[in-house]
């Protein structure tokens, strides 16, 4: 293999400049020709590609977003699309690829790899850490830090006022952020898609809340079955039906997505990125290089996709128990 090229797609996420530059050096220290390909796959179709040097990632490790921007494509969900996107890698000589990103990129280059004999190795980037097959996700930790930040400021005004806030976090269909930062905020109740919380398990606890706490803060992900945070609070308050419980809604957002990417998420980054072109050097390929009890673990493309991550349940316990 002579030619790779790297490419970030779906949500970005902090720390995936970390995983392009490790991709890049790390391909130019075995004497491979590194390209980018920007705005994900996308980018690959319209042949957005370019040849990247070792100073072309230079102070980026630190950067939140992606130096390669990223899309969600909807061209490269046909074979047309995907056509495409073939030959022009073709014309660039392109043997091997490293695709940043979560289960939709490696949905497509799973696809990608059988249809047209591409080597495909990924890099869990996804702040929701929802993969399969390494224990956190490039950009997580990060997310994670942001939305504690957050919380603790609206803490401080939800006490001023004694008021009950009702945070949501994104996370997609998965609990991760909310629980984590749940425990790390000290948030009085988490509501996260992996278990049922009606709205009368909130009331019910809010309720008794109030006999000892004069403010609550409630996380909510993004997926949870009851809705986001607005309508969650509006059930809750037509069931609780009393005035004197005042309650907002806080909606983190994008926020969670940008910033400076912490030390673990720029090691992170860095290990997957290294290994992601060691591993397309040894004839691996449909798989993703993550992070399994602090070891470098390749899990197929498959299995990343289809198996679930579960939430450790001792988590939410946590949250129960330290709240009173
Ligand atoms: O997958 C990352 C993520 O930030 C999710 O948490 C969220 O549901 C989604 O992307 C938002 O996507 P977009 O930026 O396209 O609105």
Redesign the pocket.
């Known amino acids: 293999m002579k030619k790779i090229a790297v490419f970030t797609s ?4 902090p720390g995936m400049n970390a995983c392009v530059r490790a991709v890049v050096r790390t391909g130019i220290y075995h004497g491979l020709e590194v390209y980018g390909i920007m705005y994900g796959y996308d980018g690959m179709i319209n042949g957005e590609i370019k040849k990247l040097q070792t100073h072309s990632v230079s102070n980026i490790v630190q950067r939140g977003g992606t130096i390669l921007k990223s899309a ?1 494509s909807d061209d490269f969900r046909t074979r047309e699309g995907r056509q495409k996107a073939y030959e022009q890698l073709q014309k660039h000589g392109i043997e091997g690829l490293v695709a940043i990103g ?1 289960d939709g990129t490696f949905t497509g280059a799973d696809l990608f790899a059988k249809e047209f004999g591409m080597k495909v190795i990924g890099c869990p980037g ?3 850490n ?1 993969i399969y097959g390494t224990d956190y996700t490039i ?1 997580f930790d990060t ?1 994670l830090n942001t939305a504690l930040e957050a919380i603790d400021k609206v803490r401080d005004t939800a006490a001023a006022h004694d008021r009950i806030f009702f945070i949501e976090v ?3 269909d ?1 609990g991760y ?1 909310a629980v984590e930062c749940g425990i790390g905020g000290g948030a009085e109740l988490v509501m996260v898609p992996e278990t049922k919380t009606t709205i009368s398990d909130v009331v019910k606890s809010l309720k008794g809340l109030r006999k000892t706490k004069t403010s609550s803060i409630v996380i909510v992900a ?2 949870d079955e009851e809705g986001g945070a607005a309508e969650v609070m509006s059930k809750v308050k037509n069931e609780v039906n009393d005035d004197r419980m005042d309650f907002k809604v806080t909606t983190l957002g ?1 926020i ?2 940008g910033g400076n990417p912490t030390a673990k998420d720029r090691i992170l980054g860095s290990r997957c990125g290294l290994a992601a072109v060691e591993g397309l050097m040894e004839g691996k390929t449909n798989c993703m290089a993550g992070i399994i009890h602090d070891e470098v673990a390749y899990t197929d493309f498959q299995d990343c996709i289809n198996k679930d991550k579960p939430l450790n349940k001792d988590y939410l316990r946590l949250v129960d128990i330290l709240s009173i």
Do not use: F
Request: proline share 0%; glycine share 28%.
């Open positions: 779906g949500g970005d996420a969600r979560g996804t702040i929701d929802d950009g997310a994104m996370g997609r998965s952020i993004e997926g994008h969670q997505r």
